[in-house]
């Protein structure tokens, strides 16, 4: 009988035993899934949370680049990327600016004084476009304190050693005179993007004085439109230096004024990289020839009425 009693004690202990080990399994399991679902719900929370702070940052971020008019905030965006985005930018569209030239290779450059239209093949612009004022030709800015400069905004672009011992200057297209006005102005026109290979007495002598004229010519009208460049050509007379910059054979300029007596109206130059000992009108012609010896549409911003009438014939300045 005890041993009965016994057996059965024994049974009903094992029994309670194995079902409050059942129930602590269960328990513990329950804790187990409970702080699962916590810790589900906090890294729902935090990526939540992470979202919404880059949004944030995001927002913050895009007026910045709106009011610089480039991707400022972008720390690992390359130097080439953030250049071409800034140039985009800053775009011009004045009444300098020719119309888009076809079968040319072209890079539009934004300057703070001037535009360029630069050409990867031959490594030297296709033309350079500037609008200048009474202004811009006086001021503190010297040349002497600015040095010729690589232009990272171009591949494989013309460098100082291209130019050296090579026999020709580097000769400005938007000259260094026309932008004593500022610094930066006057340091961006050392560019080699702004420059051709030129014979010095032309770059000296010819040039320069038409370069002079214009000075002139925006002190007496208030201001000026210029364009200005290489004449364009199958193949160069010859190329410079270890990037093979073309040495142009002549160079054109036409210039526009719209205020003053018998305004608007305008003329055009084409000289011959020599040197140039005739005067300077003898140089002279209409834009309309000089559109014809380049294949560029000059002032295209006009309208088609004015543009007929001052291009046909040759202004007075």
């Not at 720390?75 to 009444?95: F, H, I, L, P």
């Amino acid at each position: 009988m005890i041993r009965g009693r016994t057996n059965l004690f024994c049974a009903f202990s094992w029994q309670f035993q194995n079902k409050a080990l059942i129930s602590r399994r269960t328990f513990n399991s329950d804790i187990r899934m409970k702080r699962i679902g916590l810790y589900l719900v906090m890294g729902i929370f935090a990526c939540s949370v992470s979202g919404m702070v880059f949004s944030s940052c995001k927002q913050k971020a895009e007026p910045a680049e709106q009011v610089d008019g480039f991707m400022n905030t972008i720390a690992d965006e390359s130097a080439d990327s953030y250049a071409k985005k800034r140039n985009q930018s800053t775009a011009k569209t004045g009444m300098e600016i020719p119309g888009k030239m076809k079968n040319t290779p072209e890079q539009i450059l934004h300057r703070m004084a001037y535009t360029v239209s630069y050409n990867s093949t031959t490594k030297i612009p296709n033309w350079v476009a500037w609008h200048l004022t009474a202004a811009h030709v006086s001021g503190s800015s010297q040349r002497s304190q600015e040095m010729f400069q690589e232009d990272h905004q171009v591949k494989n672009g013309p460098t100082n050693s291209d130019y050296f011992n090579s026999g020709f200057d580097r000769g400005h297209m938007c000259p260094a005179g026309d932008n004593k006005w500022n610094r930066q102005a006057m340091q961006e026109t050392f560019y080699f993007t702004n420059m051709c290979p030129q014979v010095h007495s032309l770059n000296s002598g010819g040039w320069n004085d038409l370069e002079v004229a214009c000075r002139k010519w925006a002190r007496k009208y208030g201001d000026v439109y210029i364009v200005c460049g290489p004449v364009p050509q199958q193949t160069p007379i010859r190329t410079i230096g270890r990037n093979k910059v073309w040495v142009p054979r002549e160079f054109f300029k036409v210039v526009l004024c719209l205020r003053g007596e018998g305004s608007p109206k305008a003329i055009g130059f084409i000289y011959p990289n020599a040197s140039a000992s005739r005067k300077m009108f003898s140089y002279a012609m209409s834009v309309d020839e000089v559109e014809r010896r380049t294949g560029i549409d000059f002032f295209p911003q006009l309208d088609d009425r004015t543009e007929d009438r001052i291009e046909a014939d040759r202004g007075y300045f």
